[in-house]
């Protein structure tokens, strides 16, 4: 991976920061910075042009969040993100989206994201599509990571379908080789699990089978995020040397 990349991240919701894969990209010289959209004022506008300048960006990171990407009255800012990264995409640079991430991407591309059958919040086994083109990211054929979503993205147009579970068919997709987008979170540390567990009224929205409890999360052991942490830094190395 070429070092000193520009790297920026949007970010939706206090506490779900920019990961495990901050250590990694400095690793490599990364200069990163960030858009908090949750810092924005409710009755204040986003301009596009506050966003950063599509040429300054060499990889794109589009973090999670509780709001769904269908709900532009409530966070006006959602048209803006769309329109900026449609305009990214259509320049062939790399981007990864996490969870909500990979759902406004695939929104932005004109896939529908709607209600999943069952809510998942909590670790859960993720395979990969069977017969892949051979030049689909590398993924094992099973893998254990972190779930924490109600809804789910239809795969976009010309997308390559790569992961799915028991409980949501789309899982991970891949568009050309320098976009993927992720229904789970590959970023999860135990520092940002911690953090996310506070959140008592996002924690009452969940239910169902394949839904952990508080406590069984809050004990979950150090090794379990490192799949999915590795898995990230992987993709970051597959869309940036595209």
Not at 183 to 196: D, N
């Amino acid at each position: 991976m070429k070092s000193h990349l520009r790297v920026h991240y949007f970010q939706h919701i206090v506490g779900e920061g920019f990961g495990s894969c901050y250590s990694f990209l400095k690793a490599h010289h990364a200069t990163i910075s960030s858009t908090e959209f949750f810092a924005l004022p409710v009755d204040r506008s986003l301009e596009i042009e506050a966003l950063p300048r599509i040429e300054e960006v060499d990889l794109l990171l589009v973090m999670g969040g509780t709001m769904s990407v269908n709900d532009e009255a409530n966070f006006p800012w959602l048209k803006i993100e769309k329109r900026w990264l449609r305009r990214y995409l259509a320049a062939g640079k790399p981007a990864i989206g996490l969870c909500l991430g990979g759902q406004l991407i695939a929104n932005a591309l004109g896939a529908a994201v709607s209600r999943n059958r069952y809510q998942e919040l909590g670790w859960s086994t993720v395979q990969r599509v069977a017969n892949l083109p051979q030049e689909s990211f590398p993924l094992p054929e099973k893998i254990n990571v972190m779930q924490w979503h109600s809804e789910t993205f239809e795969i976009p147009k010309g997308a390559i379908h790569l992961a799915e579970s028991r409980a949501c068919r789309n899982q991970m997709y891949q568009i050309g080789k320098n976009v993927l987008g992720f229904q789970f979170h590959p970023e999860m540390t135990p520092a940002a699990l911690e953090l996310l567990l506070e959140d008592e009224e996002e924690l009452s929205i969940f239910d169902g089978e394949y839904v952990q409890s508080t406590r069984e999360l809050q004990y979950s052991e150090a090794q379990k995020f490192e799949q999915g942490n590795q898995l990230l830094n992987k993709a970051i190395e597959f869309v940036i040397n595209a």
